[in-house]
């Protein structure tokens, strides 16, 4: 076997060299070279990375849960095509101020909440609405507004109406687990009772799409869908659709999820959501989403109780 020698060096080169090499090494590790000085670039780039907890500064990474079957909120737009969405495009944000790479993770909706609660994903985001029973649970960094509304399909525009009694007696679907249940269950249909009006007959599905599909086949007469929802939901419909208003309706805080422990996680994406918010991004992303009414400029943790919106009643 033959071996292939490393030519030896000139002593006078190797001098040289190593003067240089002595000069060189500390001017590359101040300038941001090597392991040391790129983690102090990352660090000046990241001005939030402190207020992480040490086991996520040092992975450099964060996992978030996610639903990805809800436009505009995340979504894949083709099969086999990037996850998009204005909670990807705020989060992707976040995560460049303090210094970390969100990694997401696409899940069943009804496994967001308890992942976070055993531990599995320290974060989830799915247009996640805050409430009293939600906190109970979990904890909510709440970042924008959500407004609900009855979404039917267009020739059905004379029989369903901003008024909430036209929807008495008729028939509806709804994603099980979402809040659209609660609201039809224990809003809609007691306020259909109490003015002596027949029920409405409530379907579950286990999906967005399977719910839209019920719409879309004449199986149901409507469903309740977010306001942030409309603009995607006109553009793909198979057919004319609309949203009506509702006064019943409520108005919603959404939010990003944690464990009630992750106190410290907590705080560090509120105060980069609090960044994004003076910098002008989040307005930015907002409005290329077309949701710029749900703005809600001064961010909380559980404002579901700290900062109660009002709750329509039947």
Known sequence: ?????????????????????????????????????????????????????????????????????????????KAGGSMVGFEPDLWNAMGALLGVKIKAVNTSFDGLIPGVQSGRYPIAMECISDSLAREAQVS??????????????????????????????????????????GMITNTLDPHCK????????????????????ALYTGRVDFSLDDLAALAYLERSAPQPVLLRTDPLLPKLYLGIVLNKASTQLAKAMLAADKELVANGTY???????????????????????????????P
């Open 1 to 77: 076997m033959r071996v292939r020698r490393r030519p030896s060096w000139p002593p006078l080169w190797g001098l040289i060299v190593a003067a240089l090499l002595a000069v060189a090494i500390p001017a590359y590790a101040a300038s941001g070279g090597g392991k040391a000085g790129t983690a102090t670039a990352k660090a000046a780039a990241a001005p939030l990375a402190n207020l992480l907890p040490a086991n996520i500064r040092k992975a450099g990474s964060l996992v978030i849960a996610t639903d990805a079957s809800y436009p505009p909120c995340e979504y894949f737009p």
């Open 140 to 181: 909510f960094v709440d970042f924008v507004y959500d407004n609900e509304g009855v979404y039917l399909l267009k020739k059905n525009a004379s029989t369903i109406t901003t008024n909430p009694l036209s929807l008495c007696g008729k028939t509806a679907a709804a994603q099980t687990g979402l809040d659209f249940v």
């Open 194 to 213: 109490k003015a002596g009006k027949p029920p409405i007959q409530l379907s579950q599905f286990p999906s967005e799409s399977a719910v839209l599909l």
């Open 283 to 313: 307005a930015r992303v907002l409005a290329k989403w077309k949701i710029s009414a749900l703005a809600l400029t001064t961010p909380g943790i559980n404002l579901a109780k700290s900062n109660p919106l009002p709750i329509p009643k």
